[in-house]
């Protein structure tokens, strides 16, 4: 089929969307900035293709070419907002890492791994505040992988290792010095106490019968 | 902005234009099936351009967020899906990553409609209150947002069709053969929903108030 036996409006449509091409490159070419200044976008640019030499010149018409101008210039463009964007930023990274874990597992999928929240920890706090059966909620986004009874094994070794340390170094916090400092005084206390009740007294020896 | 490039075959062939280039996100989306979490620089690519298109088919800031995040998490998980038709061989329904993820886009704004039972016909009524305003320049500052809601209104009066595939072309700079991706329509019926979508408004400016558009579509100066 050619292109005079197209229907009119096809024709014009396709005439159209060339210009359309024509009309965005060149707001293109302005927006990007290049070397030299700025290329102005050619006043008949559908003449340039050959398609349309020969057949009409004022093709596409004034209304068609002064609506394209004006939304290639004015229809606005949104941008969401900056705290959306990273947060969504943050959402796909947790579910980028949770398609990731089932390939660090060597394809062996989810099962024998455990992911648990790992909370933000700063500087100074005990870490046996975090060996606790519930985690707080909405803690810290990433996730912390856990390879099944390895880990487990790990945890137990590590805890007791823990409190061996903890016992082995008393806290130096003010209200530990005083309970230790009161459960010293209660322990000499009760020895002296003892001591008394085993010593025999002056006077009952003094009245006792020869 | 890279655009894609279009084998022109003559008279003959001129119906049927084809992408002639391979995805120029392929390396990005190549990327992205190897470590998931470099799709965020696919992310930080489109996000502006599919929280734009949510929000000209929505008009609603915060049912717009909804569509791309949906839309943004949706394409990760299913990126091993993706299937890029880009060359000629490949036939009809060019498809890049592009066309891919705003056809997700448009699914997911469908849906959204549908279980909100929203009237098809978006409300683009407001926007003047969308535009970021110059405190520096107050007086062009008011004439760009009278063009602005004039532009807006004019492409919010058109039907559905011809309003999408107005704002992918003019506003996400989507080129015929990516609007028919995205659309599921022929390139022939879009050149058409652009052309007549044009003319209405075109007509649409020259009987509002503007008279300096009725004035430059009559010929005058």
Do not use: C
Request: charged share 25%; glycine share 8%; proline share 7%.
């Amino acid at each position: 089929m050619t292109l005079l036996g197209r229907d009119v409006v096809e024709v014009d449509a396709l005439v159209t969307d060339r210009y359309l091409d024509s009309l965005l490159a060149a707001a293109d070419r302005r927006i990007v900035p290049a070397d030299g200044p700025a290329a102005e976008p050619p006043r008949r640019p559908w003449l340039l293709s050959g398609v349309r030499r020969g057949l009409d010149p004022e093709f596409p018409d004034e209304g068609v070419r002064l609506a394209s101008e004006r939304l290639t210039r004015d229809l606005p463009r949104f941008h969401p907002s900056f705290r959306f964007e990273e947060r969504l930023a943050v959402r796909l990274a947790e579910a980028a890492a949770s398609m990731r874990l089932p390939v660090a597992a060597g394809g062996e999928g989810a099962s024998g791994w455990t992911t648990m929240p790992q909370p933000i920890r700063g500087l100074g706090v005990d870490p046996l505040d975090d060996l606790g059966d519930t985690a707080p909620a909405g803690s810290g986004p990433r996730p912390l992988l856990f390879g099944g009874a390895v880990a487990a094994s790990a945890l137990s070794l590590a805890g007791a290792a823990w409190m061996v340390w903890r016992r082995s170094r008393p806290s130096g916090s003010p209200m530990a010095r005083a309970a230790r400092a009161a459960h010293a005084a209660r322990a000499a206390h009760a020895t002296r106490a003892a001591r008394a009740s085993h010593r025999p007294s002056t006077s009952s020896m003094r009245g006792r019968p020869a | 902005m890279a655009r894609p490039v279009f084998r022109n075959a003559g008279a003959a062939q001129t119906a049927a234009p084809r992408i002639a280039h391979l995805d120029l996100d392929r390396p990005l989306v190549d990327a992205a099936l190897r470590e998931p979490g470099r799709f965020e620089a696919l992310y930080r690519r489109y996000v502006a351009q599919v929280y734009s298109f949510a929000y000209y088919e929505l008009g609603d800031h915060h049912a717009a967020e909804d569509a791309t995040a949906r839309t943004f998490l949706s394409a990760l998980t299913n990126l091993s899906q993706f299937e890029e038709r880009a060359r000629p061989e490949d036939g009809d329904g060019a498809s890049t990553f592009k066309v891919w993820l705003f056809q997700i886009a448009r699914n997911g704004i469908a849906n959204e409609r549908r279980s909100s039972r929203r009237h098809p016909a978006v409300v683009l009524d407001d926007p003047a209150a969308a535009i970021i305003a110059d405190p520096l320049n107050v007086e062009a500052d008011a004439v760009r947002r009278d063009e602005a809601a004039s532009a807006w209104r004019a492409v919010g009066r058109l039907p559905g069709d011809r309003r999408r595939a107005l704002v992918l072309r003019f506003v996400n700079e989507l080129s015929t053969a990516e609007i028919a991706g995205v659309m599921g329509r022929s390139e022939g019926a879009v050149r058409v929903l652009l052309h007549r979508g044009l003319r209405g408004v075109a007509r649409d400016l020259v009987d509002g108030a503007d008279g300096t558009d009725r004035r430059r579509a009559r010929g005058g100066t």
